[in-house]
Structures are given as structure tokens and as C-alpha cells.
């Protein structure tokens, strides 16, 4: 089983990245992308079911990022625009292969409802 997530790197304010998630190994439910900023817990950013049927944002990040996945690639993107520094941090891709039913809708944002983590990819944002 890997996630194997890439795509940081150093941005001005304003700019956009795109941030990808490689799962193998697994039958997946659920992706999802956390970040964690120096001195700060992990953190929710956004979040797919694998049939696409749901999607979940922090609110911080909603009309500026966007999460889809291409399945016949099995993998994951963050597109990420209008970037601030604020959103500087290691961001992490997750894996939920429980199902993503009821149980999922209501605990998303939480990094315990994700089976497997990706090593993670820095993003920093200048002003």
C-alpha cells in the first residue's frame, strides 16, 4: 500500500499549485488532504469519496482549491489557487478503505477516519 504525494513547492501569493496523490494498493473509499503548518496540529483541507459523489472543504480553502481524482490513474489532485501564506504547510494525502457511507459523511475531517497517509509535500506560500 503507498500514497505517494508531490506537486509542492515555493509559490508568490496569488499563484497555483497542484498537488497529486498516487494510491496503490488498496481498493479506496475515501481520499483525503490535510495539512500541518510549523507549531500547528494536522488539519482538514479537503476531501473526496473515490466514486466522487461527495466532496468536503474547510471553509478556509473553499472557491479557491478543488479536489478531484482520475480513477483509472488512481490518483488524487489538489488544485490550488489564489494561494496565501497562510496556507504554508506540509500537506498530506490520506486513504480511507473502510466505506465511506454515513459514518464517513460525518467524520471526514477527522484524520482517524483515514487508514493509510502519504509521506506528505511542502507548500509555502511568499507574500
Known amino acids: 500500500v503507498q500514497l505517494q504525494a508531490s506537486g509542492g513547492g515555493l509559490v508568490q501569493a496569488g499563484g497555483s499549485l497542484r498537488l497529486s496523490c498516487a494510491a496503490s494498493?488498496?481498493?479506496?473509499?475515501?481520499m483525503g488532504w490535510f495539512r500541518q503548518a510549523p507549531g500547528k496540529e494536522r488539519e482538514f483541507v479537503s476531501a473526496?469519496?473515490?466514486?466522487?459523489?461527495?466532496?468536503y472543504y474547510t471553509d478556509s480553502v473553499k472557491g479557491r482549491f478543488t479536489i478531484s481524482r482520475d480513477v483509472a490513474k488512481n490518483t488524487v489532485y489538489l488544485q490550488m489557487n489564489s494561494l496565501k501564506p497562510e496556507d504554508t504547510a506540509v500537506y498530506f494525502c490520506?486513504?480511507?478503505?473502510?466505506?465511506?457511507?454515513?459514518?464517513?459523511?460525518?467524520?471526514?475531517?477527522?484524520?482517524?477516519?483515514?487508514?493509510?497517509w502519504g509521506q506528505g509535500t511542502e507548500v509555502t506560500v511568499s507574500s
Open positions: 490520506a486513504g480511507r478503505i473502510s466505506t465511506a457511507g454515513a459514518y464517513y459523511s460525518r467524520r471526514y475531517s477527522n484524520p482517524t477516519s483515514y487508514d493509510y
Open positions: 494498493g488498496q481498493t479506496w473509499s475515501a
Open positions: 473526496t469519496t473515490w466514486s466522487g459523489g461527495m466532496i
